[in-house]
T-cell receptor
Framework: DGGITQSPKYLFRKEGQNVTLSCEQN?????MYWYRQDPGQGLRLIYY???????QKGDIAEGYSVSREKKESFPLTVTSAQKNPTAFYLC????????????FGEGSRLTVL | QQQVKQSPQSLIVQKGGISIINCAYE??????FPWYQQFPGKGPALLIA?????SEKKEGRFTISFNKSAKQFSLHIMDSQPGDSATYFC???????????FGSGTKLNVKP
């Protein structure tokens, strides 16, 4: 089945550690996005990528990094510089030139202990 | 500064009633206004979307009303069902879809 796979679903990390969240899609979509979801704040854009080897900062990029070496993959690293990393992270993709529909993964919940 | 403002934060409706969620925006460059539905522990999924060239779009029990001059749009869920209980997000993007701005979400609870 086509879709977006995020892993791990749950992740615990100690303060000061970097952690990488995986996002893989087999929809052949060009654009991919990372959002952070906090209660009462909706979805906030961290990074997005329209094509391979290119990505742009979103509204809350500080403390995060990404790479886009392959069309189907867009991993997000939460670094120790992110002051409040505990959140639900959502990856999404969109086919360029088609509708504006975003397809989301099931999310990764990161808890910093 | 939040680009899209959504209200209410939570909503309780009786089965069979009408659920109404409102959103407002300021950026006139926005050209696409989707609504997403999210169930607990899942990612959001597109419910319905509208462009500003029409004032209303209906899909089954779900209707978007759009007021371009007021820069407001709303989601109406007719004959609300317990299975509609979820969190709903409005969003907006420019014509090229390169960035999407989401509202803060409305948690809908439909009582049986």
């Amino acid at each position: 089945d086509g879709g977006i796979t995020q892993s791990p679903k749950y992740l615990f990390r100690k303060e000061g550690q970097n952690v990488t969240l995986s996002c893989e899609q087999n929809l052949n979509h060009d654009a991919m996005y990372w959002y952070r979801q906090d209660p009462g704040q909706g979805l906030r854009l961290i990074y997005y990528s329209q094509i391979v080897n290119d990505f742009q900062k979103g509204d809350i990029a500080e403390g995060y990094s990404v790479s886009r070496e392959k069309k189907e993959s867009f991993p997000l690293t939460v670094t120790s510089a992110q002051k409040n990393p505990t959140a639900f992270y959502l990856c999404a993709s969109r086919g360029l030139g088609l509708t504006g529909e975003l397809f989301f993964g099931e999310g990764s919940r990161l808890t910093v202990l | 500064q939040q680009q899209v403002k959504q209200s209410p934060q939570s909503l309780i409706v009786q089965k069979g009633g009408i659920s109404i969620i409102n959103c407002a925006y300021e950026n006139t460059a926005f050209d696409y206004f989707p609504w997403y539905q999210q169930f607990p522990g899942k990612g959001p999924a597109l419910l319905i979307a509208i462009r500003p060239d029409v004032s209303e779009k209906k899909e089954g029990r779900f209707t978007i009303s759009f007021n371009k001059s007021a820069k407001q749009f709303s989601l109406h869920i007719m004959d609300s069902q317990p299975g509609d209980s979820a969190t709903y997000f409005c969003a907006a993007s420019p014509y090229n879809f390169n960035k999407f701005y989401f509202g803060s979400g409305t948690k809908l609870n439909v009582k049986p």
